[in-house]
């Protein structure tokens, strides 16, 4: 019974927090969110890939979760706390993407565009600069505790690395879009939770579009 839900959570994550906000801004706002394919730089590009294999790998864990049991998979199997808290981690992380999307209104995407999009400063923006990616690692922090392997472990890294890797691309490319807004808002809302991750101004230089922005560092 479990297995099955899990299996059904991934995908109705995958659903509600992917596909039906990129069908809603294309009908409603004539944008499709999905940029990666705009990417001039093949390490965007890249993180586009591993992110959608990511997400992938982890439909296909709950999916063999049912058909062929955690014992044939290799699970370890965790205590009732520890399943407890995966639960609460899975539901808490998609209840704070599915808000923080709706809150980004048009200005959402998936990847880095290269046409101007607003500043979001309200709501979950306020204090947390990417509450979309801090609603993504609890979720899938989530599917390593309820489906614990090495495997699934390397998924939850690989995962944490990619959106490190992706907020530090898209902080660049907002200091150069959005420039003293974006370093004034950054130096008080934390970068995943808030406090944590703030910016201060550093020496500047020379984005990899060609303009000129700032080196985005951690406050002390």
Known sequence: MESSLLALTVA???????????LRLWLHCGIWPVV?????????????????????GMLVLGVLHVAVGANALGLWHPPAAARFGGWLLLASGAVVTLVAQRHMGASWRVGI???PT?????????????PIFAGMLAFVAGVVILSPAWWSIAI????????RLQVAY??????????????AYAARAGRVVPFV???????????????????????S
């Open 12 to 22: 109705a994550y995958l659903v509600a927090g992917f596909a039906w906000p990129v």
């Open 197 to 219: 991750g703030r910016l201060r101004t550093a020496p500047r230089l020379r984005s990899a579009r060609g303009s000129v922005a700032a080196i985005p560092e951690v406050k």
């Open 36 to 56: 990666f394919h705009r990417e001039a730089a093949p390490m965007q590009r890249g993180l586009g890939f591993l992110f959608v294999a990511l997400f992938l």
């Open 156 to 163: 939850g890294i690989l995962t944490a690395l990619g959106v």
């Open 170 to 183: 898209e902080e660049r490319h907002l200091i150069a879009l959005h420039d003293r807004a974006y370093l």
């Open 113 to 115: 565009d290269d046409r």
């Open 118 to 130: 607003d500043l979001v400063t309200t709501g979950l923006f306020r204090h947390v600069r990417n």
